[in-house]
């Protein structure tokens, strides 16, 4: 009766020993940011708004303790319910020698990747979403374990040694991108192809294979006399370019990204992201911020002018006038200038000394 005893509160024991084990959790955020982490059966959880720390050493993370037993991360994005806007950046060493990490889900408010993010992790794959604009320095490299990235058409810098040492086989580099660091490819045995954009260098990055060139022609991508609807489908091989079929595979391939978009930063519904893509597409429109670029998605009839972004107003040198009614394009030829600041504004407000005009925008 004794031994049954013990064997019963030696299993009891066991048990609460292990619901302790399952969950831990915290604080992350970095400064000015709301950021909360919660680790359960091997879930690491980042909720509420803002970037995700950085920290010194990859072992300075909060939930490196437990880092053998994470194998998915989940970052929030936006959350009505819960007042929070969605973590926006994962700081440096963030996921660093996580060696058990397999997946990792990722949300449109975010927009950059830190350095040694996510260096020497188990990630097999990951796909970045369209809301991203720079990965830092050694982001993946060490990470072998790495066959496959889907960078978006957001990103436009890439840091030193980003994927050094990954276990990739195939990668992508989007037209958006202008800035490559130095050895970002180096060391990837395994890389068979690197597709770059004629719009900027890729070698001398660590990379001594053939680089396959491409061009952008409106909607389509083109290397030699093929063309084809999307990256995904440029990667798959001449099999997949598009002849009279290009317009369908065009409209179903915005469908599904605008799909993927909806409920970020920029766009809530599925139509408000076609409409912002249309909006770039068009290629005459200019904007600096999310709250532009989301009141053009909301409503593509609303011309977005010099008023409504600046509260500057036409006329003799009259500077900014807030409260404008909106103004009509002027019959005289103009060329659209991208205008940053107030005074830029005032001025170019000035130099047209009183003709109406609107100033078009464009998301980038």
Known sequence: MKKKTLYITTL??????????????????????DCHWELENGVLTISGSGAIADYNYYDDAPWYSDSASITSVVLEGADETKGTTGITSIGTN????????????????????????????????????????SIGEEAFSGNYSLQSITLPDSLTSIGPSAFAGSGLTSLT??????????????????????????????????????????????????????????????????EFACTTDCAEKVAAYKNAKAASMAGGSLCATQQECLNLMKMVDDDDYECTSIATCSTYAKDPTN????????????????????????????????????????????????????DTFTFRIKYR
Request: charged fraction near 15%; proline fraction near 4%; charge should be negative.
């Open 12 to 33: 009891m024991l066991g048990t609460a020993l292990g619901a302790l084990n399952a969950y831990a959790g915290g604080s992350c955020g970095a400064t000015d940011a």
């Open 173 to 238: 580099i989007p037209d958006s991108v202008t800035s490559i660091g130095n050895w970002a490819f180096g060391g990837i045995s395994s890389l068979e192809k690197l597709y770059c954009p004629s719009t900027i260098d890729c070698t001398g990055k660590g990379y001594e294979g053939d680089i396959i060139s491409y061009t952008k022609e409106d909607d389509l991508y083109k290397i030699g006399d093929d063309y084809y609807a999307s990256l995904e489908d440029m990667q798959k091989g001449s």
């Open 303 to 354: 011309n977005i002018t010099l008023a409504s972004l600046y509260g500057a107003s036409s006329g003799s040198g009259s500077g900014s006038g807030g409260g404008v009614a909106p103004l009509t394009p002027s019959a005289q030829a103009y060329t659209p200038k991208r205008i940053y600041t107030i005074q830029e504004a005032n001025d170019r407000t000035k130099e047209l000394d009183g």
């Open 94 to 133: 963030a996921f660093g020698y996580a060696h058990s990490l397999q997946s990792i889900t990722l949300p449109n408010s975010l927009t950059s990747i830190g350095a040694s993010a996510f260096n020497m992790s188990g990630l097999t794959s990951i796909t970045i979403p369209d809301s991203v604009t």
